[in-house]
């Protein structure tokens, strides 16, 4: 079950919520690479849909595919700590995804092939979410939606303007928590750039206070289901 992006005009935002779910649904249903047979649950996002702010890591770990929710080992409570220093919170103030939905056997690499069938997923969560700013966990996302071979160390806290799924977007490339956790300086570049997100945001948010036009999708339809739990997390 593939996504398409087609340029239209923008929808709503009780619109978006309901593609969002739709969207759930098309990821937990998905089989387009070996991934999705090895996987315990899918790991779709968490947090504020409506959120201009925007995490992007690289794939599941174990306890995320035990939970089916992103960032909740301890590079998710890092994560936490992080956000609370800057006085924001990931329910509220965030959308956290990855850009495989899959954890890879024994947390390797995400392959290329798994990064292109999951893709889509992540540039439809960009039009439906909306974010300002999106900040890029680690080599895999910050490549990915630069476009650029660059890794991490040499871009890290440095803003880029980008469009991302026909967006303008503010890509704020960041070291992954996991690797911080690793490495106490690594950790200490990572709170500086933190530190830096508030005033991103509000820059971003005065350049740029109208809606833009976003693009939509064209998916199987999701059957009628009872909202999953972490739906709730929606917020």
Request: some cysteine.
């Amino acid at each position: 079950m593939k996504v398409t992006l087609e340029a239209v005009s923008s929808s709503t935002k009780d619109e978006r919520r309901e593609e969002l779910l739709a969207l759930y649904h098309t990821v937990g249903a998905c089989r387009e690479c070996p991934l999705g047979s090895l996987r315990t649950n899918a790991v779709f996002g968490m947090g504020n849909a409506d959120a201009d702010l925007m995490f992007v890591g690289e794939a599941p770990g174990a306890e995320e595919d035990r939970q089916g929710r992103p960032f909740v080992g301890r590079a998710g409570k890092l994560l936490d700590e992080l956000l609370a220093e800057i006085g924001m919170e990931r329910r509220r103030d965030a959308w956290i995804c990855n850009v495989l939905k899959c954890r890879p056997p024994g947390n390797r690499d995400p392959q290329p092939e798994e990064i292109e069938q999951c893709k889509p997923y992540l540039m439809r969560q960009v039009q439906l979410v909306r974010p300002l700013v999106i900040c890029t966990l680690g080599n895999f996302a910050t490549k990915l939606l630069t476009g650029s071979s660059t890794g991490i160390t040499r871009v890290r806290g440095r803003p880029q303007e980008r469009e991302i799924a026909g967006l303008p977007v503010t890509l704020y490339p960041l070291f992954h928590p996991a690797a911080a956790l690793r490495t106490p300086s690594v950790l200490e570049q990572l709170r500086q750039d933190f530190a830096g997100i508030p005033d991103l945001l509000a820059r971003t948010r005065a350049a740029r206070p109208a809606e833009p036009v976003l693009a939509t999708v064209a998916a199987g339809e999701a059957d009628p289901a009872p909202e999953p739990p972490q739906l709730g997390l929606f917020g």
